[in-house]
């Protein structure tokens, strides 16, 4: 089966700590992409990635940080200094030549 | 930045009845993708559109590629239950993707 898996699926912080949440897909595809979905808010982008070894902030890069070790990898860590952490995380990815995105299943992040 | 707009917001609509929505932009877009989104759920594709003018259909989903590439419409017949969700659009800006606000759609039996 093809797709993006996300884990994990629901994930607690406590204050000061960093935590990584998990994306990996066996699509074959190139981009990926780190989306954060507050309540009743559209999709804001955190980070993506183009290729190996490359990555590029979003819109609400802070706090945040990944790495693109491997094609169908790509971890989001959470830091301490993300002080409004609570959200839905969704992680996608793309084909250029389709321009279709395709989402996982999300994580929610609470902070206990 | 480049921002999608999508009407109506919500809509109640009785079990069996058809619905529409749409998307605008002010600007072109040269592809446009419609999604569903269950509660604590990831976006589901329903539907990509690469060309104007294009109508495409998936089931009971039906969505349209506007003439003047600024806008698409989705139109859903006779709606069920499961149904229910937030459905909102996208398209291809530069290296990423941007999204519409979603319109959200209850079913009621």
């Known amino acids: 089966d093809g797709g993006i898996t996300q884990s994990p699926k629901y994930l607690f912080r406590k204050e000061g700590q960093n935590v990584t949440l998990s994306c990996e897909q066996n699509l074959n595809h190139d981009a990926m992409y780190w989306y954060r979905q507050d309540p009743g808010q559209g999709l804001r982008l955190i980070y993506y990635?183009?290729?190996?070894?490359?990555?590029q902030k979003g819109d609400i890069a802070e706090g945040y940080s990944v790495s693109r070790e491997k094609k169908e990898s790509f971890p989001l860590t959470v830091t301490s200094a993300q002080k409004n952490p609570t959200a839905f995380y969704l992680c996608?990815?793309?084909?250029?030549?389709?321009?279709?995105?395709?989402f996982g299943s999300g994580t929610q992040l609470s902070v206990l | 930045g480049q921002q999608l707009n999508q009407s109506p917001q919500s809509m109640f609509i009785q079990e069996g009845e058809d619905v529409s929505m749409n998307c605008t932009s002010s600007?072109?877009?040269?592809?446009w993708l419609w999604y569903k989104q269950d509660p604590g759920e990831g976006p589901v594709l329903l539907i990509a559109?690469?060309?104007?003018?294009e109508l495409t259909s998936n089931g009971r989903l039906t969505a349209q590629f506007g003439i003047t590439r600024k806008d698409s419409f989705l139109n859903i017949s006779a709606s069920i239950p499961s149904d229910v969700g937030i459905y909102f659009c996208?398209?291809?800006?530069?290296?990423?993707?941007?999204f519409g606000p979603g319109t959200r759609l209850s079913v009621l039996p």
């Open positions: 996608a990815s793309s084909i250029a030549a389709d321009i279709k995105l395709f």
């Open positions: 996208a398209g291809p800006y530069g290296q990423n993707f941007v």
């Open positions: 600007s072109i877009f040269n592809t």
């Open positions: 990635s183009q290729i190996v070894n490359d990555f």
């Open positions: 559109l690469y060309k104007a003018g």
